[in-house]
């Protein structure tokens, strides 16, 4: 019998966890939440890091438990690491929601607000439809490649580094990064858990990495 996945959440202190968690489960993982240093464990196979709520919340947050720690040292490990939304938005160089946040710097780019002409709502709420850049391998079977998304920032990526781009979408005259992957990273600006059949899907291609 296959060994079930040891998968952790980190816990940005901002995020529902639970949602993320339900949809790794129904593929068999064992999922549990990291809060601090102390609660990784060494045997995970891998990291989840979900995001909901503000970049410097977020980046605070990690920095005060630690956790910035745990995600730099398990991608250097080459361990299979999925980012969600402001989770996705840390990897970068630096954020200009609510003043200007320094990010993890793993990926060179800026986090700015969306802005649109004509003007459009802001924040994005909702379903959008996804156009994949290259080959990802868990953004295979996407259906429709429809994914829902709720957020008001997005991420300016540095010319040199758009190769990571695996998804782009649109919103009004804003053509922008729906997800980035390279190596063991995996990225995404919309929710997964929050989609449906189609981001249940991309967990399990995750986990099929495993």
Same mark, same amino acid.
Request: proline share 4%; hydrophobic share 35%; glycine share 6%.
């Given at each position: 019998?296959?060994?079930?996945?040891?998968?952790?959440?980190?816990?940005?202190?901002?995020?529902?966890?639970?949602?993320?968690?339900?949809?790794?489960?129904?593929?068999?993982?064992?999922?549990?939440?990291?809060?601090?240093?102390?609660?990784?464990?060494?045997?995970?196979?891998?990291?989840?890091?979900?995001?909901?709520?503000?970049?410097?919340?977020?980046?605070?947050?990690?920095?005060?438990?630690?956790?910035?720690?745990?995600?730099?040292?398990?991608?250097?490990?080459?361990?299979?690491?999925?980012?969600?939304?402001?989770?996705?938005?840390?990897?970068?160089?630096?954020?200009?929601?609510?003043?200007?946040?320094?990010?993890?710097?793993?990926?060179?780019?800026?986090?700015?607000?969306?802005?649109?002409?004509?003007?459009?709502?802001?924040?994005?709420?909702?379903?959008?439809?996804?156009?994949?850049?290259?080959?990802?391998?868990?953004?295979?079977?996407?259906?429709?490649?429809?994914?829902?998304?709720? %957020?008001?920032?997005?991420?300016?990526?540095?010319?040199?580094?758009?190769?990571?781009?695996?998804?782009?979408?649109?919103?009004?005259?804003?053509?922008?990064?729906?997800?980035?992957?390279?190596?063991?990273?995996?990225?995404?600006?919309? %929710?997964?858990?929050?989609?449906?059949?189609?981001?249940?899907?991309?967990?399990?291609?995750?986990?099929?990495?495993?």
């Amino acid at each position: 019998m296959k060994k079930k996945p040891k998968i952790a959440i980190i816990d940005t202190g901002t995020s529902n966890l639970r949602s993320v968690k339900y949809a790794l489960e129904e593929f068999n993982a064992n999922v549990y939440q990291v809060s601090s240093t102390e609660d990784f464990s060494k045997n995970t196979d891998a990291i989840i890091t979900p995001g909901i709520g503000s970049f410097p919340v977020v980046m605070e947050k990690i920095k005060e438990n630690g956790l910035d720690k745990i995600i730099l040292d398990q991608i250097s490990n080459n361990m299979p690491c999925m980012f969600i939304c402001v989770g996705m938005q840390i990897l970068f160089s630096k954020s200009y929601e609510l003043g200007v946040t320094d990010g993890l710097n793993i990926f060179n780019g800026e986090v700015k607000k969306i802005i649109t002409k004509p003007k459009k709502n802001v924040p994005v709420i909702g379903w959008n439809k996804i156009n994949n850049k290259n080959n990802c391998p868990i953004l295979k079977n996407n259906f429709d490649n429809r994914f829902y998304f709720t %957020h008001s920032f997005f991420v300016n990526i540095n010319k040199n580094e758009k190769d990571i781009i695996s998804s782009t979408a649109n919103y009004g005259n804003l053509d922008y990064c729906a997800s980035i992957s390279y190596k063991n990273i995996f990225a995404f600006q919309f %929710h997964p858990e929050k989609s449906g059949r189609g981001g249940l899907e991309i967990y399990k291609n995750f986990l099929n990495l495993l």
